[in-house]
């Protein structure tokens, strides 16, 4: 799997747009990029997945350059409830699923 | 509802008695998986199954045994707990083999404390 790098933490305000970006450089040609989203004490709850170019659902979305490198989380009007732990995954297969150390989001008023 | 089911969700218990926490998916799904997560080490893969009688290490295997012999069920059993082995741990269940190429569900966690 790809060995990924995301900032330890970052802070943002209510109603601003926050982007996350996970860097990626030796991803592989099958990777796909997701990302999950933890709240103290429960269970990562997964955001979006992309595989190139930008992906958009109800929550997120997901900015991949051509060179697939690097990846950006955008959580547009950001509210108190996603402050969070975001966690960034690349690969293709089962083997050693590695979720890393993530990104803690706070948010403030 | 679809959900990943564990139990116990609590469990505190001493050095060297057994035990396994189940773990229950309804979702049908091929690939199951424990994970452990410690303070500042985010999360850990304990063990993984791609399908009914198919599991394989993870990150963190030492102390710890699987077993798929259905597909809705994957309990973590620990022969002999010691106290590193006190964590949060959840499972999680994906429809995809791989369990990348589609989301994983998880799991509420089972917090263990071994003394």
């Known amino acids: 799997l790809a060995k990924t790098t995301q900032p330890i933490s970052m802070d943002s305000y209510e109603g601003q747009e926050v982007n996350i970006t996970c860097s990626h450089n030796?991803?592989?040609?099958?990777?796909?990029i997701t990302w999950y989203q933890q709240f103290p004490s429960q269970g990562p709850r997964f955001i979006i997945q992309?595989?190139?170019t930008k992906v958009t659902n109800e929550v997120a979305s997901l900015f991949i350059p051509a060179d697939r490198k690097s990846s950006t989380l955008s959580l547009p009007r950001v509210s108190l409830s996603d402050t969070a732990v975001y966690y960034c995954?690349?690969?293709?297969?089962?083997?050693?699923?590695?979720f890393g150390s993530g990104t803690r989001l706070s948010i403030r008023p | 509802e679809a959900q990943v089911t564990q139990n116990p969700r609590y469990l505190i218990t001493v050095t060297g008695k057994k035990l396994t926490v189940t773990c229950s998916q309804n979702?049908?799904?091929?690939?199951m998986s424990w994970y452990r997560q410690d303070p500042g080490l985010g999360l850990r893969q304990i063990y993984y199954?791609?399908?009914?009688?198919?599991?394989d290490k993870g990150d963190v295997p030492e102390g710890y045994k699987v077993s798929r012999k259905e597909k809705r069920n994957f309990p973590l059993i620990l022969e002999s707990p010691s106290p590193n082995q006190t964590s949060l741990y959840f499972c999680?269940?994906?429809?995809?083999?791989?369990?990348?190429?589609?989301?994983?569900?998880f799991g509420p966690g089972t917090r263990l404390t071994v003394l």
């Open positions: 999680a269940s994906s429809l995809d083999p791989s369990g990348i190429r589609n989301e994983q569900f």
């Open positions: 979702m049908n799904h091929e690939y």
């Open positions: 992309g595989y190139k």
């Open positions: 030796n991803i592989a040609t099958n990777d796909y």
């Open positions: 199954s791609m399908n009914v009688e198919v599991t």
């Open positions: 995954l690349v690969g293709s297969s089962a083997s050693k699923i590695i």
